[in-house]
């Protein structure tokens, strides 16, 4: 960057909130750099969950699990289904799930507490317990205390009788605690799709968890075949009551059939059927024949009728005779002479002619030949009437009896339709008196077989291991439930991060431009005295004097140090931007005490003077004058007495034997208040003014912004202003907030610097990329100079 282009009121715009949210989206590498930063909180949470973990295993009692497999097996009662009129169905998933809720049911419970005397069992009704068990048994009974309940009192109606009921009904209770208790303890699962269902009790007691298991399957098993025979019982006592009815019902109901056709006189044939619909029947097929025979003997009929009224020319042409007649034969007999004449006639009449008398003799015989073939026509006619006559007055006979037939056969046959409803109840109560009779005959019979639909698979054994707690469980648990506890606390410190770490905070959360870190000056923080916030008496115990005086001088004994680096780029960027003075005056300010401007303006105002240019330093924070006595300084006059008395720099400043230093000391002046008015006078610009004609550079030490208004009566004396800020400890608002509500000095405020930097914390801050990340290399680098500075000096 150009400084010549940045002037002291062209200062960069502070960002604005909205761009500075932006800026805090999370994105993967930022996440990344949480998580190393908060490596520390979420190991040491992650071993405080394992400790936990460990507690709770050796806190909490052991648990033995005793296990039996039950089997849904049709096959067992196969020889009860082969008898038995009931459909014989697969397992549903329905039918498992109901199996497991007679497990579940207090019925079955009620059974094994008895059987075992649960409720009398002191390791079973109060069994070891678990501190942390023990620990909500005790909030549990705190929070009941207050609430005002008690044991035994909660009983209904427990508090109005005597003695004996007294005891009894806190037996009952205890018997019902101890059913529900045991309902809620046992487990009861289905195998996969099988039809297996397993059978679980937990406790302390290997031997009670095993016993209680046992005698569990063993209870279902009894309910099971006592459902099956009370369920048997009670259908044979129903069967045997629904069989009398059934009796009585099915025989009169047969009577009624036998007295209604008695009545009606539906007698009925050998195959079944009612005489007159016998009847009726032969009379139809009696029909059909006369129907057909009618028009055999019109269709005859009519065949000679047309051939003799063709007339005697064309009988002979149309006559055919059928063979069964009687004339047949003479008529057959009259066409062959009919024919040998014919052959004769023609041959004599084509030898002789027509004239021949045996011609003629010849034509007469066939003339009279042809007269007796179409008489015997006439009367095969007659003949074949009279059979036509006769089969109609057959037919319309046999119409007339069927139609006789019939009415008497419809009323039979209105009759009938009762009496085979009639017969069709009496068969339905016969059929149905028969299937309950089968059926009390198979109950009875099922009463003798004690077999059910429930085998176990897998009997109980005593449990040679724990169950619970799972040591390998618990402690992935604890490790889990650590972790999660630790990234929520390194979330909250990420959430609570509200101060400066990196150079781009300062640049981009404040608008100011970042001149360097400044690390940490002899080891941690807590080893590192205040100079700023000393008491009022001036006593020091966090450091000895010699070594708050080498704090001063850190410029100048490692002149090749990161801290001696990041000082001479703020005098470059002094140079730059002040290059038309000659004479600079640079204020070094703080928001906070503590934050170490004045280790900061003493080793600046030493590095310029080492460097050959004529430097005053002036101790400035009039009410904690922690420069002087940081460097040891005791003088009973210093920078308020010579303004107080106009007098110049000479008359108080003390000057360093090595560099040629300049300083100005401040002497605490008992509650003197009016600080500011003092820094802000007219005797001060003459102070300033009478410096400016022999130094270069005049570095002020001025008292921090948020306490005093010091620093802002200095201001317009000021060229520019060097900001220290504690790297991690001061707030990015409230520098932003002073900056917003004093643009006179954040105008003049030529750079920040980061003080008391944590080096090795530095790099888990800085992005991708970022010059934080090889700040070990720049640190040996930095070390190796000084090393090589030092040996040169000696």
């Not at 085979?420 to 005959?441: K, V």
Request: with cysteine.
């Amino acid at each position: 960057m150009n400084y010549a282009n940045f002037p002291l009121d062209k200062r960069m715009p502070l960002p604005s909130t909205e761009a500075e949210k932006g800026e805090d989206f999370i994105d993967v590498e930022r996440l990344l750099g949480m998580a190393a930063r908060q490596a520390k909180v979420v190991a040491v949470c992650a071993v405080i969950g394992l400790f936990l973990g460990v507690i709770y295993l050796q806190t909490t009692p052991k648990q033995y699990t005793s296990v039996s497999s039950v089997l849904i097996d049709e096959g067992l009662n196969k020889v009860v289904d082969d008898i038995s009129a009931a459909n014989v169905t697969q397992q549903t998933d329905a039918t498992i799930l109901s199996q497991i809720e007679i497990l579940n049911s207090a019925r079955l419970a009620s059974v094994v507490v008895d059987k075992l005397k649960l409720d009398q069992n002191d390791e079973f009704m109060y069994p070891p317990q678990s501190a942390l068990a023990q620990g909500i048994g005790f909030l549990r009974s705190v929070l009941a205390y207050f609430r005002g309940g008690s044991s035994t009192d909660d009983i209904p109606g427990i508090q109005n009788v005597d003695a004996a009921t007294r005891q009894a009904m806190i037996t009952a209770a205890r018997h019902d605690y101890a059913v529900l208790k045991l309902q809620t303890e046992l487990t009861a699962d289905r195998v996969g799709r099988s039809n297996v269902i397993t059978l679980g009790y937990q406790s302390t007691n290997p031997a009670l968890a095993t016993a209680i298991t046992k005698a569990y399957a063993d209870a279902y098993l009894a309910d099971q075949l006592n459902a099956s025979f009370d369920a048997t019982e009670r259908a044979a006592v129903w069967l045997q009551g629904r069989l009398t009815e059934l009796r009585q019902s099915s025989q009169q109901a047969a009577m009624e059939v036998e007295k209604f056709r008695a009545e009606h006189g539906l007698s009925a044939s050998s195959d079944g059927q009612l005489i007159s619909g016998k009847q009726l029947s032969d009379l139809n097929a009696q029909l059909i024949i006369a129907q057909a025979d009618t028009a055999r003997a019109s269709a005859r009929y009519q065949q000679y009728k047309a051939i003799v009224d063709s007339g005697s020319e064309s009988a002979f042409n149309d006559s055919a005779i059928a063979s069964d007649q009687p004339s047949s034969s003479v008529i057959i007999g009259l066409k062959t002479r009919y024919l040998a004449v014919s052959k004769r006639l023609q041959d004599v009449e084509a030898n002789f002619g027509k004239d021949h008398p045996q011609a003629v003799a010849l034509a007469k015989e066939k003339a009279d030949v042809s007269a007796q073939i179409f008489g015997q026509l006439k009367q095969i006619t007659e003949s074949y009437r009279n059979d036509f006559q006769v089969a109609q007055a057959r037919e319309a006979e046999l119409r007339q009896k069927i139609t006789t037939a019939a009415g008497q056969s419809s009323a039979d046959n209105e009759s009938q339709v009762r009496l085979r409803e009639l017969d069709q109840q009496a068969q339905a109560l016969s059929t149905l008196y028969q299937t309950f009779l089968s059926r009390y005959q198979e109950a009875s019979q099922q009463q003798s077989f004690p077999v059910g639909k429930v085998r176990i698979i897998s009997d109980a054994n005593m449990p040679l291991a724990a169950s619970s707690p799972r040591t390998i469980r618990v402690l992935a648990l604890s490790l889990v439930l650590g972790l999660m506890l630790g990234a929520g606390f390194g979330g909250l410190n990420e959430f609570n991060e509200r101060f400066f770490r990196t150079g781009e905070d300062v640049r981009d959360r404040v608008g100011l431009k970042f001149l360097g870190y400044l690390p940490t000056i002899g080891g941690g923080r807590a080893k590192e005295a205040k100079p700023d916030d000393l008491p009022a008496d001036g006593k020091v115990t966090s450091l000895s004097a010699a070594e708050k005086r080498a704090r001063m001088r850190v410029s100048l004994d490692a002149p090749a140090s990161m801290f001696a680096e990041t000082l001479r780029n703020a005098k470059i960027a002094f140079d730059v931007v002040m290059e038309d003075k000659d004479s600079r005056v640079i204020g070094v300010i703080s928001v906070l005490p503590g934050e170490g401007k004045s280790t900061v303006a003493a080793n600046l105002a030493g590095l310029l003077a080492a460097n050959g240019a004529k430097t005053l330093l002036i101790d400035g924070d009039l009410r904690n004058p922690g420069l002087s006595r940081s460097l040891g300084m005791e003088t009973e006059h210093g920078l308020m007495e010579a303004v107080v008395n106009g007098q110049t720099w000479q008359s108080v400043g003390k000057v360093d034997r090595q560099t040629k230093l300049a300083i100005i000391p401040a002497v605490l002046r008992g509650q003197f208040s009016h600080t500011s008015e003092l820094l802000g006078s007219a005797g001060m610009r003459r102070f300033i003014e009478n410096a400016r004609e022999t130094f270069e550079y005049i570095i002020v030490d001025l008292p921090p912004l948020g306490p005093v208004v010091d620093a802002k009566a200095f201001a317009p004396l000021v060229d520019g202003f060097v900001l220290v800020t504690e790297w991690g400890r001061t707030p990015r608002a409230m520098i932003r907030s002073m900056l917003e509500q004093e643009p006179y000095i954040a105008d003049k405020i030529v750079g920040a610097v980061l003080n008391k930097v944590e080096l090795k914390k530095l790099a888990k801050y800085g992005s991708l990329g970022a010059s934080e990340k090889f700040f070990d290399r720049y640190s040996s680098y930095y070390l190796e100079k000084s090393e090589s500075r030092s040996k040169q000096a000696a």
